[in-house]
């Protein structure tokens, strides 16, 4: 899975070169054309999520938005299916979100036997 991270608010994300929607139409057709897609989504803007907690003793806390402190923005994510790490890290480098103050991390799904 490829999680995208765009620069955060505030100075960060002003400096940042972000992609247009062009670049990010390319690479969507690149990574289908390549016959790795899985599935993959833009997430709404951050000030539409709602954050729930549950405490030790099973009381559930909402709130809007994540106050976190953070540099980053989860953006989106990419599911491909490619033979290693090394594959994976590559089209993450072509990602139009690793570059202008973004990130794309790079994790496995987790497969469990059952």
């Known amino acids: 899975m490829m999680l995208i991270n765009s620069a955060g608010t505030g100075e960060a994300q002003e400096e940042a ?3 247009s929607f ?3 139409q390319a ?3 690149a990574v289908k054309d390549a016959g790795i897609f899985v599935t993959g989504h833009s997430l709404a803007d951050l000030t539409t999520a709602t954050v729930v907690r549950v405490d030790a ?3 559930r806390t909402i709130t809007d938005g ?3 402190e953070t540099r980053e923005v989860l ?4 599911v491909i299916d490619v033979p290693d790490l090394d594959a994976a890290l590559d089209w993450a480098g072509r990602c139009p979100g690793a570059a202008g103050g ?3 991390v ?3 799904i987790a497969e469990f036997e059952g």
Not at 75 to 78: A, L
Request: with cysteine.
């Open 75 to 78: 953006g989106g994510y990419y």
């Open 17 to 19: 070169c972000e992609a």
């Open 27 to 29: 690479f969507d057709r």
């Open 22 to 24: 062009e670049d990010w």
């Open 66 to 68: 994540p106050f976190a």
């Open 102 to 104: 973004g990130s794309v």
């Open 106 to 108: 790079v994790r496995p």
């Open 57 to 59: 003793g099973g009381r």
